[in-house]
């Protein structure tokens, strides 16, 4: 069975960090594309970042770019986003999703499976 659970969400104070955990289950994370998203309270889903299987080539939204890091740990099967100098903008609820069993790429309209997600507030 296919799953995704993520975690390390919570209360920041802006200019904090937080680490983002997605552990995979049911398949193994490193042949396939990983993308976290977030989805703040009455907006739309957004992408964030993601890494590719084959070049673990690695995609940024412009809002976040030079501040998080995604990063794959194939051993644990987990995905990280490192989240540093978080603004109050960043809150929002983060997700991740895979493109099992597709081709290890970061196409949105491949990301079969998604986690519940975990909730990050950035606020002082």
């Known amino acids: 069975q296919v799953q995704l659970v993520e975690s390390g969400g919570g209360l920041v104070q802006p200019g904090g960090s937080l680490r983002l955990s997605c552990a995979a289950s049911?398949?193994?994370?490193?042949?396939?594309?990983i993308g976290w998203f977030r989805q703040a309270p009455g907006k739309e889903r957004e992408g964030v970042s993601c890494?590719?299987?084959?070049?673990?080539?690695?995609y940024y939204a412009d809002s976040v770019k030079g501040r998080f890091t995604i990063s794959r740990d194939n051993a644990k099967n987990t995905v990280y986003l490192q989240m540093n100098s978080l603004k109050p903008e960043d809150t929002a609820v983060y997700y991740c999703?895979?493109?099992?069993?597709?081709?290890?790429?970061?196409?949105?309209?491949?990301?079969?499976?998604w986690g519940k997600g975990t909730l990050v507030t950035v606020s002082s």
């Open positions: 890494i590719t299987s084959r070049d673990s080539s690695t």
């Open positions: 999703a895979t493109d099992y069993p597709h081709g290890g790429n970061c196409y949105l309209r491949d990301m079969d499976y």
């Open positions: 049911g398949f193994t994370l490193d042949y396939y594309g």
